[in-house]
Each structure stands twice: as C-alpha cells, then as structure tokens.
C-alpha cells in the first residue's frame, strides 16, 4: 500500500498495521539489550534458570532492583532511543501528515506477565485513550511494535477502529490510563498476531486495550508517541506537556545516609 493509501486509512480508521516495516534482527537487538539490564542483576544475586523463572525471583525477593532495571531501560536504553528516531520511521511519519514530528514522551518499553505485577492495571492495560495524557496535536500518532513475534495467547493490544473519531471521552488519569466508558461492540476489534519487525501505528485518541496473556511468555513490547509540531491546535494551546520528570528525594536519602 502506498504512503497515501495508508494515510488516508490512518485518518478514517485511526490505525495501520505495517507488516515487516523493520529489520526483525534490528528489533531483536533492542530486545536483547534490555534483557542485558536486568542479565546484571541476575549474575548478582546468583539467579539462574529459564528467563521467566529468573524475572520472577527478581521481582519476588529483589522488587526495589526489579523496578530499577525498569526504570534505566526506559530512561537510556540507547538501542530504544534509537529505535525511536529511526529515519524510516520518521519518513514515514511525514508521510502520513506529521509534517514536524516530535517525541512528546518518553520512548516505553514493556515486559509484561500477571507473575511480574503487583495489579492488573501493571500488566494489562484497561480501555483507554493516550490523548488525555499528552495533550498532544490533533494528528498526534502512538507507534507500536512488538519486540518477539506475538500470537494471541501473548495478549497482544486490542484496538477499536473509527473510535479516534469519538474525540477525547474523559478528562481524567486513574492508574496511569485514561480509562473511558466504551461500549466494545459499537466498533469492530481488531486483535492480531504480530511478527518481530511489524509496526502498528495508532491516533492517539483510538480507544484501545490490553489482550489477555494466557501463555507463559513475557510479552516484549515498545511503544513511542509523536506530536506534531505544525499543528495549529497544538501550536495556539502553546504546546502543552502534562509529564512531569524529576529526581526522587526519598531515594537520594536513602542512598547518600544508608549509613548515617
């Protein structure tokens, strides 16, 4: 399908599947190289066996580790990073209407089982919109991949084609999420296996959630979010930004007098 054909599909359905729009070996490395992270904390603590069994001792008997490795992959993972501002992407990007595309958050990464969560809400996204979150442009888009190929049974995200053009349907964040009121079967549901380089890119006011896991695999997973910058919309609203970034207090205490 040509670029066109695919923005005008973007524009009437609020989401493109991309098949193969990476190098799978490309996404493989990032992968890898957020495994390596929490590889540091397992050689550590002594941890062995298969990579879930491994997680899981993490998160059970190390949490305060477990969530540090979380943290430094999503704020420098370089391989992530880079991944973010790939100039294929960002040619398409272009193409599809974001004429000065932007980051407006952080790029996410996710390994998401129900073992590797203290609640639902950390493994399985409910129905929610990304728009209220960001306050992005009006043709803001999430760009999401799969780090592994997905069937199914890993849960992978379930979007409802045709709902971007509901608007923003709350103004609150509970859990992290813009949860809404939905009603799932007034649009159709797309839910699809996915293979190591597919791409899905989304408006982010399409509703969407969380599959379910009912395998025994991580899910891997990373997604980037773009504003544009040319938007008019988002130029007079002065380019809001609602994500605050900053350093923790109670953990600088607790590491510059764990001996005081």
Request: proline share 6%; charged share 20%; with cysteine.
């Amino acid at each position: 399908m040509d670029r066109l054909a695919l923005k005008k599909e973007l524009q009437e359905q609020g989401l493109i599947i991309l098949p193969g729009f990476f190098d799978p070996q490309l996404i493989g490395q990032v992968q890898q190289a957020a495994k390596a992270i929490f590889d540091i904390q397992f050689k550590r603590f002594g941890i062995q066996g298969d990579y879930l069994t491994q997680m899981q001792s993490l998160f059970e008997h190390h949490l305060e580790e477990f969530i540090a490795c979380g943290k430094m992959i999503q704020s420098g993972l370089v391989e992530l990073y880079q991944l973010a501002v790939n100039p294929d992407l960002m040619a398409l990007l272009k193409d599809l209407g974001l004429s000065h595309p932007l980051m407006c958050t952080r790029p996410v990464l996710f390994f998401n089982h129900p073992s590797l969560a203290k609640s639902e809400h950390f493994y399985k996204t409910p129905l929610h919109q990304d728009w209220t979150s960001m306050l992005a442009s009006d043709d803001s888009v999430v760009v999401w991949l799969p780090l592994m190929d997905l069937d199914i049974a890993h849960g992978p995200v379930v979007f409802y084609p045709g709902s971007h053009k509901l608007g923003p349907l709350t103004d609150r964040i509970e859990n992290g999420f813009a949860e809404v009121d939905f009603d799932r079967s007034s649009f159709p549901r797309v839910q699809k296996s996915m293979k190591l380089g597919d791409v899905a890119i989304f408006s982010t006011l399409l509703v969407h959630e969380s599959g379910v896991i009912t395998n025994d695999d991580i899910r891997w997973s990373c997604h980037f979010r773009y504003t544009n910058m040319e938007d008019p919309t988002f130029i007079e609203n002065g380019f809001p930004h609602p994500y605050i970034y900053k350093p923790s207090q109670e953990l600088i205490d607790k590491y510059l007098h764990k001996n005081s």
